[in-house]
């Protein structure tokens, strides 16, 4: 019996753009050859819909789009082809003040033109980025079906990750029914080392049985996630069968047990490995919000420093060069040398782009004001923010990107209305340290079909500098990188305190000033664009803290 | 018996200065003869603590408080003192992937050196601007102690609102142990009309029975929320005591059943109260933000229209007229009235004050660039902005507000980095409908020691405008604000469907149009200063939308 795991694509709340690419995946799939068709964790409704899953108007669609759905199969080129799809379904109990929720997040089986069944995920994640909780309803269903004389169990994403009450209960409902296959249908965010973690996960799910399990997760970038694919089947522990990672994929997979297992072939814990998993992720993430919103180019400062040439090559990687405008905006405080390596990196991608000195409208300003040493800088990042929105006020199909990485945002060293503008950051998850390893990786590495040597030698071994006075250089202000990113692994992915710091070998002083910075910062972090997640930890709706506080 | 309700204005993680808010007024309780000294939901950490509920530092600090104040209830000024207390408490259970509180929210009730009982709250409310499931374990225990032959039933805020469960609860105990008074610790946020429904919830729980309810809340504003105290007793279905709202207050109040309950003594339907109550918040919340903050001074743009010229007078009620920085930015689209409108403010109310034309520098810009209409109105806001920023920079002590209202934030009717940049936002929940009725209010009326007449008429009755280009009236761009905000009381406020807005009469176009600039403009609301939430559906965590959405 083959299976189809259709890894898509799907936009929140584009009703007619997902059933679309459902029913082409579906016809796709019975053409070759396959009894079942798996989409992700709501599919039909794009992921994370947030607060509109407390929307009446919200659910209605979604019931339009099943139905629509549910009537399409019976047709030719559908027939007798096993739909599993995620979706949403209505509550079974009125909301209340405490409880709002109208909907759950289901499963629907399909064949036919009739629903199957029905399963309504149990386990509702309102942790790190999740706010299950808040918006839908926890299901109780069973939730399998048969065919051919098998049976099928679904879950949904974080059901199985409780594996004590879930294994529990597979190893009950398989003694009473047997089991022959369990279907996941997930909605699972990429983080760095996460799919070894759904692998050990799957392993021990069905752990000393002889049940196949497919894994469908969903790929794309919605806001600051990404989806990262790499959906699998498994057996006897060995993953047999694996989707590509960040991007669409049918794969149709024969289950029958005679099947010999392989085990996937790459080395999930290196460095290489880790650090290419990321930069998928953020050209994908950044590829994805620039398409989804309707935008057709990326602009963006050109400084020559390593931040600016990266976010350039991960949005040529993104959308194309030919839709990428670098601006450089020199000063008198940007060296020569900072000047050609921007127009390097502008000539080994084949960038657009335009220089324009920030000087005679910064002699205007401070012609005009009295200003302080600090705000005589941030001015600087300021005239570049304006003349960058200028840009895109004047060409409205293209997106200010913020280039900006997680070490700068969380000690507060960027200017915020400054470098800070734009509507979404592509490198705010990476510590400064990993913007030189993907620099290093993607110079080394072709991508789709673009070369590498993409970011010019001098931007990765020069010392960083925000020029914004003579002579100035980031480790006048900070650690050096590597033992301040340190730090921040511990203190903002990690969650640690003080002491923790301290007691991990940090000295006290650095400790606090460190702390004392992150902290302080929180406001800067409020008002910056969103960028994707691919640490543990992201700055966001993943760490929620008040800008208030003495602690 | 006497019951002090302690009121007070407590900051997050600021331990040290809670505990010793809390000793003063417990010593003034036993003092003035109370038995019981109440205080609010969480008084000793602050709230809300948000994620810093998940790191062990701030548990292990809370535990510290708790057993300093333990300990000091024993000395001779607060012998035979009962204190009601919240804070946190560590969970019974190992916390897991799914659930990684490791906190409860608790009430204390100590004597004399002595924990005598601890109540856990049951019903953690995970909706509106609440993430109390993500960061807390909801606890079981019932929580009661006798005092002086009395029995007291302790509750934490949302445990009330839940009243059937809660009721047959309070039922149940009392037939077995009696029940003589039922103490509810909050940390409520205010929002428009909440009074009334505290007390018809408090009504409904002791309909029927001898039980006397103490209500204490906090007070403060905290980011987005604004506590607005009002803390009260009830018997019987009456109020007969209640504290101020939004300030700090030690209430000490008889509870011995033969008190002659008396019913609250003003119109709480009024629109005169909710505008007096909406002002009042907006003073608190912008005050403590300041305070908290560490700055002493405000500094925002006149412009000369009336939603700048409210957001100073708050000011001025906040923090004193001579810590209010006004600076007025004309450009040639600048009326000759505004200007006059914008130095009356400044006359009216003694603010300190300057005159920085945009002129030369926008002069530089337009010089410089390539530039759109709408892009030559954008950096016109810009350079306002970018003034602000460098008085703020210069002058590190004062915090930039920024003064757009709610409609103007729905719609995006407003640049982002230009009239959107600051720390804060007082009047951003606020639509401007609303704000007409504040400035008329304010102006019929004493702010504490401060006249009416504070906003100049003309900025009331001319009609609004940006004035980015000639002759340029906000209703060129959007509907009469009266239909506006009509609408998006529905949209927004309500969170209601197209379908719903043309049922309840508008125009399917207008409809279409409002919604699309709403839904189009929350990229921007993403990058917008936090403000005080006073209405029953605030912008920001409030309502969380995806900003990549089809829908």
């Known amino acids: 019996m083959k299976i189809a795991l259709a890894q898509i694509d799907c936009a929140v709340g584009d009703f007619d753009g997902n059933l679309k690419k459902i029913i082409q995946f579906s016809v796709d799939a019975k053409k070759k050859g396959a009894s079942i068709v798996v989409f992700p964790e709501m599919a039909l409704t794009g992921y994370p819909v947030e607060d509109l899953a407390l929307r009446r108007s919200f659910l209605e669609a979604s019931k339009r789009a099943l139905n629509f759905l549910v009537a399409r199969s019976s047709d030719e080129d ?18 209340d003040a405490n409880r709002v929720a109208i909907a759950r997040n289901s499963a629907y089986a399909i064949l036919n033109g009739e629903i199957i069944t029905k399963y309504d995920k149990h386990l509702l994640p309102n942790t790190g980025v999740f706010d299950e909780y808040r918006v839908f309803e926890e299901g109780t269903s069973e939730g399998s079906f048969k065919l051919n004389g098998e049976r099928f169990q679904l879950f949904i994403c974080a059901d199985i990750w409780n594996l004590e009450q879930i294994s529990d209960r597979v190893k009950a409902t398989n003694k009473d029914s047997r089991i022959d296959h369990i279907i996941v249908i997930n909605a699972s965010p990429f983080e760095v080392r996460k799919q070894s973690t759904r692998y050990n996960i799957a392993r021990q799910l ?12 969903m790929v794309g970038g919605q ?12 057996f006897r522990g060995k993953v047999f069968a694996r989707a590509k990672k960040f991007r669409e994929e049918l794969l149709v997979v024969d289950i029958e047990k005679n099947n010999s297992p392989t085990q996937e072939n790459f080395a999930l814990h290196s460095e290489s490995y880790d650090t290419e998993s990321i930069y998928r992720a953020l050209v994908l993430g950044l590829r994805d919000y620039v398409q989804k919103n309707g ?8 400084s020559g420093g390593i931040d600016s040439a990266l976010c350039a090559v991960i949005a040529k990687d993104a959308v194309g060069a030919k839709n990428v405008m670098g601006i450089l905006m020199p000063s008198k405080f940007s060296s020569k040398s900072s000047i050609d390596d921007a127009l390097e990196t502008v000539n080994l991608n084949g960038f657009k782009h335009c220089i324009q000195s920030i000087e005679p409208i910064y002699d205007a300003y401070v012609a005009e004001l009295r200003m302080s040493s600090v705000a005589q800088e941030n001015i600087q990042a300021r005239i570049r923010g304006n003349i960058l ?14 280039t900006g990485n997680k070490s700068e945002l969380a000690v507060g060293y960027s200017t915020i209305y400054g470098d800070a503008v734009g509507g979404f950051a592509p490198i705010k998850d990476v510590l400064k340290s990993k913007v030189y390893e993907l620099a290093v990786w993607r110079n080394g590495h072709e991508f789709e079909k673009n070369n590498g040597s993409v970011i010019p030698k001098n931007s990765i071994t020069k010392p960083p500098s925000a020029e914004l006075r003579a002579d100035q250089k980031d480790q006048d202000s ?7 990113d340190a730090m921040l692994e511990l203190y903002v992915e990690n969650a640690h305190g003080k002491d923790e710091l301290i007691n991990a070998g ?14 302080r910062a929180e406001w800067k972090r409020r008002q910056y664009p969103p960028g994707p997640k691919v640490s543990a930890l992201a700055f966001g709706r993943d760490r929620r803290l008040p800008i208030t506080s003495r602690f």
């Open 223 to 234: 806001d600051d996630l990404v989806f990262d694919g790499a959906s699998f089947c498994m």
């Open 389 to 402: 929105m200028n840009y895109a006020n004047t060409n409205p199909s293209a997106l200010v990107i913020a």
């Open 506 to 519: 940090y000295d006290r002083e650095l400790v606090e000033e460190v702390v004392r910075m992150v902290d």
């Open 295 to 302: 935008f057709t180019e990326v602009v963006l400062g050109l």
């Open 78 to 95: 559908m027939l007798d082809l096993m739909l599993v799809i995620g979706t949403l379904s209505p509550t079974k109990r009125t909301p």
């Open 478 to 484: 900070l650690p050096d990188y590597a033992v301040l």
């Open 206 to 217: 069905i752990h000393g049985t002889d049940i196949s399990l497919t894994y469908v997760n």
